[in-house]
């Protein structure tokens, strides 16, 4: 059974900093991606950032030149930091990572943290 496991969540003042981690347990799989997503409430989840196993990082804009998403060379533990936070930045932060199997992408998910940015 794969679990992802989130930390690092917590409450920080406008233009503080946190770092996210994401570890995985009951695997010795290497996935193909690490993502972090993030929900608000009342909003949709979105994709913040992601690292494939070749090393390519995507952010969306709104974080770009903020965040900071890397993982380790197992490609089984995922950080993000986040600088300069914002009171938009306030969500629950999710870790994602997927893999193929027999060419089917399987998804895993974490229980979230909470990241609540004070203005």
């Known amino acids: 059974q794969v679990q992802l496991v989130e930390s690092g969540g917590g409450l920080v003042q406008a233009g503080g900093s946190l770092r996210l981690s994401c570890g995985a347990s009951?695997?010795?799989?290497?996935?193909?991606?690490m993502n972090w997503y993030r929900q608000a409430p009342g909003k949709q989840r979105e994709l913040v950032a992601s690292i494939t196993s070749g090393g390519r990082t995507n952010y969306v804009d709104s974080v770009k030149g903020r965040f900071t998403i890397s993982s380790d060379n197992d490609m089984n533990t995922v950080y993000l930091q986040m600088n300069s936070l914002k009171p938009e930045d306030s969500a629950v932060y999710y870790c994602?990572?997927?893999?193929?199997?027999?060419?089917?992408?399987?998804?895993?998910w974490g229980q979230g943290t909470q990241v609540t940015v004070s203005s």
């Open positions: 009951g695997t010795t799989l290497h996935f193909n991606a």
């Open positions: 994602n990572a997927w893999d193929l199997r027999f060419g089917i992408r399987k998804d895993y």
